[in-house]
């Protein structure tokens, strides 16, 4: 592959990634003015690269949150079990720490499964961003 056309793929990957004109044009060393022309010429491509970007991230937050209820699952059934062994049950609670811990059980829960995770995963996509431009 020629110079021209690595420093595109660069270009398009950087630029997916949410990079600058200034920082890619640092990175590549290619002008802005030319940057700014390739972003013209290959604009679907960098939306397609992006989506995929975002797609990836989804998926793992995704793995992570099934991880979490996974994890937070085994916990409740440890806890089950053990307090059928020892034979005793919530009732020892008073009403007010019963119905404290129904609402948190409850709050995490709906945390954990609730489908509105749009804002939640933009800002997951910002720091993955924020992380890959101070590598650089």
């Known amino acids: 592959m020629s110079k021209t056309l690595e420093e595109v793929e660069q270009f398009i990957d950087l630029r997916a990634r949410g990079y600058s004109f200034d920082k890619i044009s640092q990175q590549i ?3 802005k003015p030319v940057l700014i022309k390739w972003e013209r010429i290959h604009r679907e491509r960098i939306e397609q690269e992006r989506g995929f970007e975002v797609q990836a991230i989804l998926e793992k937050y995704n793995l992570m949150r099934l991880s979490r209820i996974e994890a937070f699952s085994f916990l409740l059934e440890c806890v089950l079990s053990e307090l059928k062994k020892r034979g005793e ?3 020892s609670l008073s009403t007010e720490k019963l119905l404290s811990l129904g ?3 409850e709050e995490r829960l709906s ?3 609730r489908l509105d995770l749009l804002p939640e995963i933009e800002s997951v ?3 993955e961003r924020a992380q890959s431009v101070t590598i650089d």
Do not use: I, K, P, R
């Open 111 to 113: 945390q954990d499964t």
């Open 125 to 127: 996509f910002e720091a």
């Open 29 to 31: 060393g290619v002008s």
């Open 103 to 105: 609402l948190s059980l």
């Open 89 to 91: 049950s919530l009732s």
